[in-house]
């Protein structure tokens, strides 16, 4: 939770500015570890299905590689599946991402039952890494439908999961929400195509441009060198390390399909999609 000056919380999108934090923590610490951290592909370019690269580690919780297009689990967004293929047509299926235990790290989760191919494996071979994209696409789609409900229901977030079935958001509200209206306020930013795009921004433009800032729906983290920031032009703009689809319009028929009081300063949302 990010305060702002006159001490009030700012923060919305809670789990995402944290996975925001954490990616910054990395950046602060590489350089003085001097560690060889995974390159982010989908940091840049979230539309990137799958990329060559080399196999930089292998341990009983799974593969390292020296650059990847897998998303590891974080900010409330699930990890990518997908598959690995290497020389003499082998493919190791790849059940989920994760965080590794040193800063920078990510791991490729095996899934199970491929011990003979994993033991096949050595450090420094040649993979394409290829992402489950249908099911990477239904997270950018719900991720982006996050930012949209953020901007639609102005309180702060303490929860987040967006998985490829559903995505929830908890709001720490107490007033009672409408399924329908937020249903309809959903339909409404989709059909008006707004422009997604991601930009960074270092500490000291922050410092100069206040009104940035006041902009912003979560207060950014300072201190760490440069911010990510996802920007919906006209509807949202805040701190965010996460994927996201390049327009509103991609997103297509998302609905509330549950509203729950998890206690009495919670409201959680859940959506779904039509299709
Ligand atoms: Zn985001």
Redesign the pocket.
């Known amino acids: 939770m990010v305060m702002d000056a006159k001490g009030a919380s700012e923060s919305k ?1 809670d789990g ?1 500015a944290s996975e925001l934090q954490s990616m910054m923590d990395v950046e602060a610490r590489m350089s003085v570890e001097n560690a060889h951290p995974t390159i982010e592909l989908f940091r840049e370019d979230a539309r990137l299905r799958d990329c060559e690269a080399r196999i930089s580690g292998i341990d009983e919780r799974g593969i390292r590689l020296d650059r990847t297009v897998f998303y590891p689990h974080g900010g409330g967004q699930a990890g990518d599946s997908g598959e690995l293929r290497l020389a003499g047509d082998v493919r190791i299926a790849i059940a989920d991402t994760r965080k590794g235990e040193s800063q920078g790290e990510i791991v490729h989760v095996p899934a199970a039952g491929q011990e003979a191919e994993l033991a096949s494996l050595k450090v420094g071979d040649a993979v394409i890494a290829a992402i489950d994209w249908e099911r990477r696409y239904r997270h950018m789609r719900f ?2 439908a ?2 949209l409900l953020c901007a639609l229901i102005p309180h702060p977030v303490d929860g987040c999961s967006i998985t490829a079935a559903y995505a929830r958001l908890d709001f720490h509200m107490s007033e009672p929400l409408d399924k329908e209206g937020l249903t309809a306020g959903l339909a409404r930013l989709v059909s008006a195509s707004h422009p997604v795009a991601h930009r960074w921004i270092i500490d000291a433009e922050l410092d100069a441009n206040p009104s940035l800032v006041r902009s912003m729906s979560a207060q950014p983290p300072r201190g760490t060198g440069r911010v990510r920031l ?1 920007e919906i032009e006209g509807v949202d703009l805040q701190p ?1 390390g ?1 994927t ?1 689809v390049s327009n509103t319009s991609e997103i297509g028929a998302v609905v509330v399909t549950k509203i729950e009081k998890k206690s009495s300063m919670t409201r959680r949302v859940v959506l779904g999609f039509l299709d």
């Open positions: 999108c995402q991720h982006t996050t930012h996802l965010c996460g996201h």
